[in-house]
């Protein structure tokens, strides 16, 4: 049985910085795409950023290039997002999805597994 649990999520100041985590179990880490999505009320579910399996290879949304970093450590099942200088905008559910492919897929579809989410919200 796959668990994907997300966890960091908070209330921050615009400007300030928060770290979500995402523990995986139930499949073998490293075989696995990584992603970050993440869904403001009345929006869809948009891909913020996704690492590959060695973790050669990271992709960021246009919006948060510059400002957040995904990382992950296969020894451990964890995959982190590293969110600075945030802004209101960034306000939503932030979403952590596995996808069993080498490269990232940009689609919601193509991921297999997902966590039930952590709630980032960014005052002005």
């Known amino acids: 049985q796959v668990q994907v649990v997300e966890s960091g999520g908070g209330l921050v100041q615009a400007g300030e910085s928060l770290r979500l985590s995402c523990t995986v179990s139930?499949?073998?880490?490293?075989?696995?795409?990584m992603g970050w999505f993440r869904q403001a009320p009345g929006t869809g579910r948009d891909r913020v950023s996704c690492?590959?399996?060695?973790?050669?290879?990271?992709v960021y949304a246009d919006s948060v290039k510059g400002r957040f970093t995904i990382s992950r450590d296969n020894a451990k099942n964890t995959l982190y997002l590293r969110m600075n200088s945030l802004k209101p905008e960034d306000t939503a559910i932030y979403y952590c999805?596995?996808?069993?492919?080498?490269?990232?897929?940009?689609?919601?579809?193509?991921?297999?597994?997902w966590g039930q989410g952590t709630q980032v919200t960014v005052s002005a």
């Open positions: 690492i590959n399996g060695n973790g050669a290879y990271t």
């Open positions: 999805a596995a996808a069993r492919y080498f490269v990232c897929p940009r689609e919601a579809s193509e991921y297999s597994y």
């Open positions: 139930g499949l073998t880490f490293g075989d696995f795409a």
